[in-house]
């Protein structure tokens, strides 16, 4: 940890700031340079709690140089986590979990179908929601118990994995029983009193980054989950909000090779939540795929026209069948497989 | 509802839209221009499905005439709510509610020390934080239910009204009878189980922006709760992701008049989140009551260098009294009182 | 275009309106609604002026149907745009143009030495900096006039054309003396006074996206280059600017599709600006690629730790070799030649 | 200046960068922490290329301690820059710098006609644009030169200052010919031609801040101007470009604390760019003005109606004659006076 004072500070207060530091184990290095004082901090910087420091009389600021996390580093692990979920290893370099389904479960005609002609294309991931959040209370708000059981049975019947979300915490029991992968909305990225329950199961999450999260507050969400007992974490990047208006949200695929630099966790991307644009999901899952993703999660609705939420940017089964033709001789370049 | 072809659309799948807009009892007018058809659709569009619209072929875009929220539109509700909190009216435009305490509650010494201070000053809410939500795991995550005795009796003790934060739904009945008003954090701004289940009580509600809602995100989450039968919602603007990197966030005075114009609801301001620097949170109180806001809400602790969380943007009661001090000529420009 | 009216605006404001565009040759229609009136204009919007039709008693917003642009459209111009630069055919569907070189030109071997590397690798194109655009006043500001004579040598030497930066207008003559393609960077998206004067020239432009300009802003500024007489425009997407620190900028591939939907004009990606970081240029280079980029712009310098700008996001010649190799199954699975 | 080592990088990368750091006259000091080797720079860092040194080998960041500008820095001019417009000084804590006017000139009669109504209002400095940097290229371009003249014909008649905006290098001799003061418009903050030649002269300079320009870009703007010689800069805070679609831009008004912290540069608010809104207008300038703001600027136009640019944000007379009234009590809280 850096603590840099304030120029012109008087020596007493970085004599004061430098007694703290030791009463806490730690060794300061004072610096005095041209203008400023600088006072380095070797030790477990972790544990210090920076608003401390930077409330101390004549600090200017205060940096890191260590992240927060430990478990998700790749430091703390430098193999790569490999989930298995019905036999798909998500997070092997050689697979491309793609996840598909459509955003909400409505009906068990809907998922039977669906479920049938993904799992022809070699899709092993159903995705439905059950609990929806909505942005508006008058929205359709999802089946609920009712949408899992039907999710579920689709699934077995087609020995496909499930993924949905979660909503409320009062559902976990439900949601361990019934499905693979519990996936963590990016509303919830940081509740963190969820993350700390799922965090007590050994049911995989799917946590997906939060619309403004920085990528240290995302992989400090998924340590939430580790530390809790729970190493089963795959993320999810869906987009961020940014000024641009023309999508949905803004797609930062660097996030990809970012995480595969400081973490083992396995990286997902969500192209129909990111662009909000039927006509820039294939570009952006070639993208992606080129990026590096170790997988995919793209909406399919058997009739889109009909969808009860985020109909414009679902795929029918024949259109994502195409996509998956074309997103072939990508994976071939990257040697992937689903 | 303004529905926008794509250029060059056959006519027919004008008329598919239209016979769709027709059999929900809507009235569809085409309007047919140099280079596109525009639909214009009079009717209830409130419930209309946007998604659905924007799915179905030739659409190019869909836009929304009026708001989706009702129940907390000025429109609908042209007097100001006023929120009678231990005799304290929030929303009265002659009042500035003046909120402060600590971030976090940590000791039953520090609590009293902070209530005693802030009442003989004339405040009237007392905050503190019980249950914490942090972005790291190894934080110090609050005292949970002590905490919020411990707040409790501070305020009863020099007859004060409590806000304090809830971040788990299974704690609700614990925050309704401790507490005055119930905070719901910017992380929380969309957990709509939460503000569901908020909704069901009668205790006043301070919901706080999330970090990248738009105000009309956030006046539909307030919404959520109105729609549930709780009338008593305070609004608070706590700033905003942008890129700059000086300022904690991004404080948007103008969120105050535009939710004046939009919404009957109160508006509070956090200067003290929003900019996460000690030196600015004068002036930006001075420039929110300026503004207009109903209150404001700053963090004081007896002893800032000893916080466990938020220290550096903590006053001590002096310091505190002093801006109590320096905002009494803008208060008296504008007309309120403590 | 669509013109809202507040609700409960009398119904004399909308006449006005009428009246109003009447008079200027167009067609309004007005749609009484349950909550408002709607007043739908038929005619050549792109001639009204929104902030004076905002600006009228009685309008709550103003909606445009159509862009403002029209030569840089897809629609006016449905073929790709082939920009022919020294043989290389920028924007034909088959070729990947890249384009390489020094940030900065700092010397003739410095020049020569990376043309001939990169002639030999098979780049056709040689970037590199004679006027520099620098955030601080104390920075190398380039060798000017000397440094286009540099490039233009080592670029003759080599047989390959020529891209550089024009940051002052009054050095117009000498750019179009000495380069094939004249930069201008971001932070001149939008010097209109500049997009005119490169209009006025025949020679091709390389436009970069500005930090925080929208598509449609950028799309109208090549419009600028085009509505004075030179078709020949290729434009860049080099990052935006958002709440993200983990890279220089924040690089959105989605741009590459939406660029090609809207208009004819070749796109191409510069990952070494969009993400300031080495590590990151080569994953985000593939997925630039697979998005359908028309070319790659890479900084490539023979020793940058003596780099005068830019240092950390420069390859050397022989780390460039490998990217090259590395990008090869990409660009065959995308049917793209060098 | 701090550099952080990559954690395992040998012990011969530190020691190769610490020879480099030495041969530049510096003193590094290696800090061997737990993780990480850090190594602090104690001499004149401003010289240094943080870029260069991020290259090498081993280095995963470099931070700096001290800002780069110094001219411009409180630190090296303690007290406040007070500008002399006409007897107007900006700057001075007591004025409020009231800058009012139509956003563009269009004809002699609408400037003789709002200069007399402003300057009986007892505003000093009249505001019009002559050249408009337009998004578009079909739109009004303003009257250039004799847009000058018009304008300093109105000025004088009332015994006004002049401020106008330069999109032109060329132009410089008739802006200084004709201005009082020379505006730098959000565009063009980063044209650093154009600084470097208004550095040159003496005349006074209104530099607007970039719409996603960092407030340490925005003082390193300034002194590009400073160190060419002219020391006359003020500045003004107009908005920046966020996620946030409400307003035309986001007004941070923080800007203000923190540019007269580390600044001793006159800050001016825009709230007419700003905001973008006619109804926002007022509070944001008694906003402005509780927060600290030397001047406001603010647009004002005979007849909006008819206004060929931005005609939803400008102000009547009467208008803004009525604003006058409504800020009073608020200058008089802070002390200040037209």
Do not use: W
Not at 51 to 56: D, S
Not at 223 to 229: H, K, V
């Amino acid at each position: 940890m850096i603590i840099v004072m304030k120029s012109h500070a008087p020596q007493a207060q970085a004599a004061h700031i430098m007694e703290e530091l030791k009463s806490k184990g730690l060794e300061p290095v004072p610096l005095y340079g041209v203008e400023r004082t600088v006072i380095a901090v070797i030790g477990e910087e972790r544990d210090l709690n920076i608003g401390h420091l930077e409330a101390m009389p004549g600090v200017d600021k205060v940096m890191r140089v260590v992240q927060q996390y430990k478990l998700v580093s790749r430091e703390s692990h430098p193999e790569p986590t490999i989930i298995d979920v019905k036999g798909l290893r998500i997070g092997d370099p050689k697979v491309l979990a793609m996840m598909a389904g459509p955003c909400a479960v409505e009906s068990e005609e809907q998922m039977q179908s669906v479920a049938k002609d993904l799992s022809k294309m070699g899709v092993r991931i159903l995705r439905g929601g059950a609990y929806k959040p909505r942005t508006g209370p008058y929205s359709f708000q999802g089946l609920g118990k009712d949408g899992l059981k039907i999710l579920r049975e689709a699934a077995d019947e087609y020995k496909m994995g499930v993924i949905t979300e979660i909503v409320d915490i009062r559902d976990l029991d439900d949601l361990v029983k019934y499905t693979d992968i519990i996936q963590i909305g990016a509303r919830n990225m940081q509740n963190f009193e969820l993350l700390k329950e799922v965090g007590n199961t050994k049911t995989p999450v799917f946590l997906k980054r939060g619309l403004s999260a920085s990528i240290d507050e995302f992989l400090l969400a998924a340590e939430y989950i580790l530390s809790n007992g729970n190493p089963n974490v795959m993320l999810c990047e869906r987009g961020i909000r940014t000024f641009e208006k023309d999508t949905r949200n803004t797609l930062p695929l660097a996030t990809v090779p970012i995480v595969k630099l400081r973490s083992h966790l396995p990286i997902i991307v969500d192209p129909s939540h990111a662009t909000g644009k039927k006509e820039l999901i294939e570009p952006m899952t070639k993208a992606a795929i080129a990026a590096g993703a170790d997988g995919i999660m793209i909406e399919v609705h058997p009739n889109p026209e009909e969808a009860k939420s985020d109909a414009q940017q679902q795929f029918t089964p024949s259109e994502f069948k195409e996509l998956l033709d074309n997103i072939k001789p990508i994976m071939e370049a990257v040697n992937k497989h689903l």
